[in-house]
């Protein structure tokens, strides 16, 4: 490639002729390149920046295949983007188009507004974090939490989700539940609004094995608490119950499985949240 002294793209030759004029090979002198086409075309490029969101390398490439001919850069970047937006979206190419035009063919703007259009919050949390379920059940959860300007001390009061949808209220009270046992402990989560979250789970989510897991874990700590609390008061210790540890390893096993069918409740009463 040449680049003479008047701007003009020629032939590739040697690094230097008797006209003046500046030579380069590709595969390198990238960075001279791009300092040499910088100088030869500034103003287009400024004019060219002002009006697409194009990168410096790419601006000069192209003005570089139209031998400066700013129209004609724009008019091959628009398209390309336009085929991106296509081919990551499947929309029609009004639609394209229009977002495009919306967003000044900034790619990140027209993707995240074609994607308002067409699906909900809750939707396109899933969307984005399907292979992150418990993560996106925690964001629709935080969402519907400041959607419904619920209160908390710390953690929140299960009486409030009594106002709310059933489908709602089932989402929010196990994954409140969930991260409460991850806090503070199973021991301590079997203590926390249980009876709500064990109807939910075997009422809503159809999973009595796991309901039956809690309850039994429940059941097996208040058999042994006043024992327990002998052995604190005359050793200073607790001592492990095998029986609970077991139902404890059991509920670890089928955390998964709660999250998974929750994640599909969520999908199929769709509808239900925001």
Known sequence: MILSKNGNIQAAGNKFNNYGQIILKRGGGTFIFQRIMKEIFPK???ILRQRIPIGIKEALCLLESTNGDVTQVEILFKAKVLAIILQKTGVTKETAAHHLLKNKFNIDQTLKSINEERYTLTERILIKDKYRKESALTKIADTIEK???LTRDFWLDFVQFEKLEPEISCLLSIMEWLNYESWEGFDSAIYFNLDIVMNQIENKLYL?????ILRRSLMIDQ??????KNILSKEGVIVPI???IKQNGLFNQKRSLLIDTLYEFVKKHIDKFP
């Open 223 to 228: 058999i042994h608490a006043e024992q327990q």
């Open 242 to 244: 095998h029986d609970f």
């Open 147 to 149: 959607e419904q300007n």
């Open 208 to 212: 009595p094995q796991i309901a039956e």
């Open 44 to 46: 287009k490029l400024e």
